[in-house]
């Protein structure tokens, strides 16, 4: 009885398609863990949206991805001589480095690369000055595109204003520019005032998660114990504080459980992972990640591995044995044990 993922499939895929529908540009983001739901599924997806290319993280995700989907593959994460890349004529290759691009070609006859400018996220990318540098040097390599990476959104429209005049000067052979958290409506302005580029949008959160009433994530109750005051259960000998029911139900560190709470609660967030940290956890105290009964029920120790105690006290209804209860979790942190498509 392992921790789920139930997706409608219909509300899903009717969801994939409006965003494909409305940015015609999308280019579909594969990375880590899939956004829970898995990189095959992903590039398989990707594939029936009718993409022609993806972008994945790291350059190990490839060989998740390269049999499912028949395109071209952007990798996210720059090239760099020392760690693991792929050669391939489907693979496109980020550079944000002179030394770097050197590197490849050293590697590659006719590299396919992305030159990726730096943007106030201040990650990876060539200043304004290193592009217009490696731009006079790029002989042999099929430059595909500028990429920017922006800070979630909104408000990167005025960024993105500077940075493609940057790209203009700098006289890079392409006309194509890959951004990321910018709006439809924000792309929409770049176009209208630069109709000459091709702007090429990566959405991967937005894309498979952006509609969460189709994913429902359930663990399973895997024993119920009721408790009396004073009781002692758990790893660490606990005495309960007060009379109830110890419910033990799947999912723990391992699937991502509680290491980061809840999405988008911070109070919460920030109280779990203090539990998780500490071991200081007290019956009833710590709000999981678990709703019984339309509440969201307390840890009654931080997370075990693969399974979590939490504690109902007397009044709440108990599941039983077998029951699914759902969760909130944190899609990017969550190992499911399956995910299951409707
Ligand atoms: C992860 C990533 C994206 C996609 O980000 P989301 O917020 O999941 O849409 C786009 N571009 C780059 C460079 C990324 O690393």
Known sequence: MPLLLHVDGDRWRAHLRDVATNEPGLVPVAKGNGYGLGLGRLARRAEWLGSDVLAVGQYEELEHVATRFPGDMVVLTPYRAELPSVHDSR???TIGRADDLAALREQEARSRVLLELRTSMLRHGFTAEGLREVGRGLDGVKVEGVSMHFPLGPGNLAE????????????VPTKRIWVSHLSNDEIGQLRAAWPDLEFRNRIGTQLW?????ALRPRA?????????KGGVYGYRRRHAGRSGTVLVVSGGTAHGIGLEAPTGDLSVRSRARTVVRSGLASTGRVRSPYFIGGQQAAFAEPPHMQSSMIFLPDGVPVPQVGDEIPLQVRFTTTTFDDVLID
């Open 91 to 93: 693979v496109i290759h």
């Open 160 to 171: 993105a204003r500077q940075l493609l005049d940057v790209v203009v000067g700098a006289e």
């Open 209 to 213: 998660l952006g509609d969460r009433a």
């Open 220 to 228: 399973s109750v895997l024993d119920v114990h009721p408790i009396a």
